[in-house]
């Protein structure tokens, strides 16, 4: 019901747009959300977009490098990520849940998962 895509490689400094599109229920109530999980690491909130209004929501390692946004008529949200960094490497999701949280347990509909990798 959630199709993210859009990782692959790229160099320090770089950009990538996810894509994450929404089918098979209607997600316009829920809020929008990207996680991140890197290897031996916890999964972690990368930002969040609600769909009515449009509010957006980052962790402060992102501000200013991560956009989030939504295409309601394609029922699809994008995470535009720009100055990519190595430490930002990690398998990426697009996640549905009830409220803007940071807390990956409150999600309730998730992608499959995209890779992102920064080399250095």
């Known amino acids: 019901q959630l199709q993210a895509s859009g990782g692959g490689l790229v160099q320090a400094g770089g950009s990538l747009r996810l894509s994450c599109a929404a089918s098979g229920r209607t997600f316009s109530s829920y809020v929008m959300g990207w996680l991140r999980q890197a290897p031996g690491k916890e999964r972690e909130f990368v930002a969040a977009i609600t769909w009515s209004g449009g509010r957006s929501y980052y962790p402060d390692f992102v501000k200013g490098r991560f956009t989030i946004s939504g295409d309601i008529a394609k029922s699809t949200v994008y995470l535009q990520m720009n100055s990519l960094k190595p430490e930002d490497t990690a398998v990426y999701y697009c996640?549905?849940?009830?409220?803007?949280?940071?807390?990956?347990?409150?999600?309730?509909?998730w992608g499959q998962g995209t890779q992102v990798t920064v080399s250095s």
């Open positions: 996640a549905a849940g009830a409220v803007v949280t940071y807390a990956s347990r409150q999600y309730d509909y």
